[in-house]
């Protein structure tokens, strides 16, 4: 039988079809299910990073005070400039992690 000759009936171009069909969306669902198990791992990993870093900064504020009394600048002045300074990054929407050292007089 020549190659040409060949026909192909109805039902199995159908078979082939379908099969195409299912082995393509069981491929899609499959990519979607590990891209989902990847994000939750990142979300959870990023979750321990800030936990981390949050427990960080608060050793590193608690080792480190704020040393103003040498330099001459009150300590109402500080809180002032602390404030001053949180606010205007609360206004703009962005998280800072910063830590006043030190203030001095230009």
Known sequence: MNLLERTINIGEGA???VFGFVFVFLGIALLILIFMLLGMVMKRINERGEKKRKAAQERAVAASP???AEEGVP??????ITAAIAAYYEGEQVRCDFVVRRIKKI
């Not at 300590?75 to 002032?80: I, K, L, N, R, Y």
């Open 15 to 17: 078979f082939y079809s």
């Open 66 to 68: 704020v040393t103003t």
């Open 75 to 80: 300590p109402e002045v500080v809180a002032a």
